[in-house]
């Protein structure tokens, strides 16, 4: 993990506001998901994307009745379907 360099409080209601040109270099806006992890005694904030619920991938995952599927988990569920 490389510091950025930034110290910020956190205030009252637990919160901290990321600065302008971290949220720009990483692409984060306004109402965009931001999943929290956390990794020993570290905290690790990243954009969300979604994952497969069956097999983890993050590629090619789309939703389906609220819930995220990749293309090779749907394939595998359609090959069951006809066998």
């Known amino acids: ?9 956190v205030d ?5 506001v990321l600065p302008k040109s971290l949220r720009k270099r990483y692409q984060m806006n306004e109402g965009d998901p931001v999943e929290i992890l956390v990794q020993g005694d ?7 994307r ?5 097999c983890g ?3 090619e995952v789309r939703e389906f009745k609220e819930r ?10 359609v090959g069951l379907r006809r066998a």
């Open 12 to 16: 009252q209601l637990g919160r901290i």
């Open 68 to 77: 995220h599927l990749c293309s090779v988990c749907v394939t595998e569920m």
């Open 1 to 9: 993990m490389k510091p950025a360099g930034v110290v910020r409080k």
């Open 57 to 59: 991938s993050m590629e």
């Open 42 to 48: 570290h905290i690790i904030l990243e954009r969300y």
């Open 50 to 54: 979604p994952r497969c619920v069956f």
